[in-house]
C-alpha cells in the first residue's frame, strides 16, 4: 500500500477540510432537525386530528424513503421547477436552493427530524399518567405541563436512541459527496481514489476519521446519559 500519497501535507489538508465540512454539516442538521423534531413531535401527539395527520405523514414519508432519494429529490428536483429557477437568484429564501451545502443540509434535517420526531412522540405518549395528574393538582396549565414536565422527561428518555441516531446520521452525512462542488471526507477519498487509483489507502483513511468522530459522540452520549440518567441506575445497597 501506498500510505506515503495519504499522508502527504496537502492531502492531509484535502482530509482536514473534508473534516470540518462534514462536522459542519452534522451539527447544522442535529441542530435544525432537533427543533423541526420537537414541533413535530407536538404535533403527533396534539389532540388536532389535522396536524396529528400532517406530521405523521411527513415521518411516514421520511421513514420510508431512502436519504439518497431525498437528497436528489431536493438538490436536482426543486431546482428543476422553474417558479424557483424565477426566484433563486434575487428572492430570499430560494436563493439558498442552487447552494449544494444548503441542499445537503435540508435533506439531512428533514431526515433528521422525522426519525427524532417519532422516537420523542414515543416518548411523550410513554410519559407517567402519575406525572401528568400530579402537575394538574398543583395548578398548572397544559403548556406548563408540557413544558415543565412532559418534554423534559421525555427528551431524558430519548437520549439512548437518539445517540444512534446521531451516529447514523454521521454515517450519513457521507451521502453528500453525491452533490456536486460539496467536499466532505467521503468526497475527498473518492478525489484522491480518482487521482492515483488508491481505493483501499484512500477509503480505508476515511473510515479511520469516521470512526474516530464515532467514538467521540459515543462517549459524549454517555457522559450525557450518566448525568441525566442517574435516576434510572440501580441503587447502590
Not at 489538508?13 to 435544525?32: F, K, N, P, R, V
Request: net charge neutral; glycine share 4%; hydrophobic share 50%.
Amino acid at each position: 500500500m501506498s500510505w506515503e500519497i495519504i499522508f502527504q501535507p496537502e492531502h492531509l489538508a484535502m482530509y482536514g477540510q473534508g473534516l470540518i465540512t462534514t462536522l459542519w454539516l452534522l451539527l447544522s442538521c442535529l441542530l435544525i432537525g432537533f427543533v423541526l423534531a420537537i414541533l413535530t413531535a407536538l404535533a403527533l401527539t396534539s389532540r388536532s386530528w389535522l396536524l396529528a395527520k400532517l406530521a405523521a405523514s411527513f415521518t411516514y414519508f421520511v421513514r420510508g424513503t431512502p436519504l439518497l432519494i431525498q437528497v436528489y429529490l431536493i438538490y436536482y428536483g426543486l431546482g428543476q421547477l422553474e417558479w424557483i429557477q424565477a426566484r433563486w437568484d434575487e428572492v430570499w429564501p430560494w436563493t439558498y436552493f442552487k447552494q449544494p451545502f444548503f441542499c445537503a443540509l435540508l435533506a439531512f434535517a428533514l431526515n433528521n427530524a422525522g426519525y427524532t420526531a417519532e422516537m420523542l412522540a414515543g416518548a411523550i405518549r410513554e410519559t407517567s399518567p402519575g406525572e401528568v395528574e400530579a402537575a394538574r393538582a398543583m395548578g398548572m396549565s397544559r403548556f406548563q405541563i408540557m413544558h415543565r414536565i412532559v418534554l423534559p422527561s421525555a427528551l431524558r428518555r430519548t437520549l439512548p436512541p437518539y445517540s444512534n441516531e446521531v451516529v447514523q446520521m454521521l454515517h450519513s452525512t457521507s451521502l453528500a459527496s453525491v452533490v456536486p462542488t460539496l467536499t466532505d471526507v467521503t468526497a475527498v477519498a473518492s478525489r484522491i481514489y480518482s487521482d492515483f487509483y488508491l481505493p483501499f489507502e484512500a477509503y480505508l483513511a476515511a473510515a479511520v476519521i469516521y470512526l474516530c468522530v464515532t467514538f467521540a459522540l459515543i462517549g459524549t452520549f454517555r457522559l450525557l446519559e450518566k448525568r441525566f440518567l442517574a435516576y434510572l441506575a440501580p441503587r447502590a445497597q
